[in-house]
C-alpha cells in the first residue's frame, strides 16, 4: 500500500549538530510538507514544496531547510541544533491542492 | 500572515450529548478549512474539510459550519461517543492548502462515560 514514512521515529542529539529528519512517500504526491508540533502552539508550517527542484519557506523556517531531489522525498535539515527545535515533527503530502494533506507518523526530536 | 484562533482549549462533554468546537480566522482570502483529529501519539488525521464556496458540510455524526462574513467555522459533533475523546485541530489556508495550513491550538475533547 502506498504510504507516507519517516524516519527516524525518535532522536536526540545536542547542540549545534547537523541533523536530517527523512520525509519518503510513495503516492507520487507533487505537495510535500514539513510541520513541527509543540504544546500550546498546534502545528506550525516550517518548510513546504510544489514539486521537484520547488521549496518554500513556512511560518517557522529560520534554522531549517529542505531539498527536493525527486517527488517522493523531502528531507528536513537543521543545520545547527538548538534546544528550542526540541520538538515532533510532521511530514505530510497531498496530491493536489483540492486533496486532503496525509501526515507522516512524526519524528520526536530532542537537542539536548 | 493567516491567523486561527481556536476554543476552547478543553472540552468535556457526557456521552451521547453534543460537541461543538469554533475557529476564528483573520484572512479573508482563506478558501479552505480542514479539521483534523489527533489521538494521544498518533499523527494528526482529517475528519471533514469544507471550502468557502459551501456554507456546510456533514458526514453522519460529524459537521461543519463556515460563515465567510463573520470570518469563522465550527466543528459539530453529534451524539458523541469514547472514541471520539482526541485533540482536535481546526486549519484554515488560501490556494485550497497548496501553501500548507495554518492550525489552531488545538481542543481536547474529553467524552465522560
Known amino acids: 500500500d502506498a504510504e507516507i514514512t519517516q524516519s527516524p521515529r525518535h532522536k536526540i542529539t545536542e547542540t549545534g549538530r547537523q541533523v536530517t529528519l527523512a520525509c519518503h512517500q510513495t503516492?507520487?504526491?507533487?505537495?510535500m510538507f514539513w510541520y513541527r508540533q509543540d504544546l500550546g502552539h498546534g502545528l506550525r508550517l516550517i518548510h513546504y514544496?510544489?514539486?521537484?527542484?520547488?521549496?518554500n519557506k513556512g511560518e517557522v523556517s529560520d534554522g531549517y531547510s529542505v531539498s527536493r531531489s525527486n517527488t517522493e522525498d523531502l528531507p528536513l535539515t537543521l543545520e545547527s541544533a538548538a534546544s528550542s527545535q526540541t520538538s515532533v515533527y510532521f511530514c505530510a503530502s497531498s496530491e493536489s491542492p483540492v486533496h486532503e494533506q496525509y501526515f507522516g507518523p512524526g519524528t520526536r526530536l530532542t537537542v539536548t | 500572515g493567516e491567523n486561527v484562533e481556536q476554543h476552547p482549549s478543553t472540552l468535556s462533554v457526557q456521552e451521547g450529548d453534543s460537541a461543538v468546537i469554533k475557529c476564528t480566522y483573520s484572512?479573508?482570502?482563506?478558501?479552505?478549512f480542514p479539521w483534523y483529529k489527533q489521538e494521544l501519539g498518533k499523527r494528526p488525521q482529517l475528519i471533514i474539510d469544507?471550502?468557502?464556496?459551501?456554507g456546510e458540510k456533514k458526514d453522519q455524526r460529524i459537521a461543519v459550519t463556515l460563515n465567510k462574513t463573520a470570518k469563522h467555522f465550527s466543528l459539530h459533533i453529534t451524539e458523541t461517543q469514547p472514541e471520539d475523546s482526541a485533540v482536535y485541530f481546526c486549519?484554515?489556508?488560501?490556494?485550497?492548502?497548496?501553501?500548507?495550513?495554518?492550525f489552531g491550538k488545538g481542543t481536547h475533547l474529553i467524552i465522560q462515560p
Open positions: 514544496s510544489y514539486g521537484v527542484q520547488d521549496t
Open positions: 469544507i471550502r468557502s464556496n459551501v
Open positions: 503516492w507520487n504526491h507533487n505537495n
Open positions: 486549519a484554515a489556508s488560501m490556494r485550497g492548502g497548496a501553501d500548507g495550513l495554518t
Open positions: 484572512d479573508s482570502a482563506s478558501n479552505y
